[in-house]
């Protein structure tokens, strides 16, 4: 068990449509990390927060958001959602801070989220 | 962009042998290096990191070796058990920045 919590496990929705995905990060954790995992292009990072604020930028489409909340849990918002969005989303966290690139990274188990 | 890969997509071994799982980066400026296993329906599980100014580290049944003069980091693991089964995933952090992940191996153990 990583300590990293995500829900809902499981997504199923319609094109269009607007969805929030949960995670809580490890406890005394305070950078959280989302990455998007489709069959096609493996682990894609999407934006990193730390105490709050964004701290870094991937390869996030302007459809989704992303936020920190006082309490460290993070939400990621898909909205407009197409077919190509159907794929894994995980959360990750870290300590953080200065140079975090420099330490692990711990995982949740995903949610899967399918649009038909 | 930066981007880090493995040489093999798949790599299959018999129980008890050893594996081992290549990568290859290709920003001279990364300095930290880190392997994850994710097993399926799972998130990516944190096996073992290196930094640049190492070029072995050893774990329990895992070493990882980094060679900074041709960009590569390989995994090995010893008596391979069927529960290494998984695919193993290679990060490398440019300038102490965020993770650029490889495509994947997927280990198989035979019996």
């Known amino acids: 068990d990583s300590g990293v919590t995500q829900t809902p496990k499981h997504l199923i929705t319609a094109t269009g449509q607007r969805v929030t995905l949960r995670c809580s990060p490890r406890s005394g954790d305070l950078s959280v990390y989302w990455y998007q995992q489709s069959l096609d292009q493996g682990l894609q990072f999407l934006i990193q927060?730390?105490?709050?604020?964004?701290?870094a930028k991937g390869n996030i489409l302007e459809r989704f958001s992303a936020q920190q909340f006082p309490d460290l849990h993070s939400e990621l918002n898909l909205s407009s959602l197409e077919l190509g969005d159907s794929a894994l989303y995980f959360c990750?966290?870290?300590?953080?801070?200065?140079?975090?690139?420099?330490?692990?990274?711990?995982f949740g188990d995903g949610t899967r989220l399918s649009i038909l | 962009g930066e981007s880090v890969g493995l040489h093999l997509p798949t790599l299959s071994v018999q129980e008890g042998d050893n594996s081992i799982i290549n990568c290859a980066y290709s920003n001279s400026a990364s300095d930290y290096f880190i392997w994850y296993k994710q097993e399926s329906g799972k998130g990516p599980q944190f096996i073992i990191d290196i930094r640049s100014n190492m070029d072995k580290r050893q774990g329990q049944r895992v070493t990882v070796l980094l060679n900074k003069t041709v960009k590569h980091l390989s995994l090995q693991i010893a008596a391979t058990q069927p529960g290494d089964s998984a695919v193993y995933f290679c990060a490398d952090s440019p300038y102490g920045q965020n993770f650029v992940f490889g495509p994947g191996t997927r280990l198989s153990v035979l019996p």
């Open positions: 927060y730390y105490n709050g604020e964004e701290r």
């Open positions: 990750a966290s870290s300590p953080g801070g200065t140079g975090s690139g420099n330490q692990p990274q711990h």
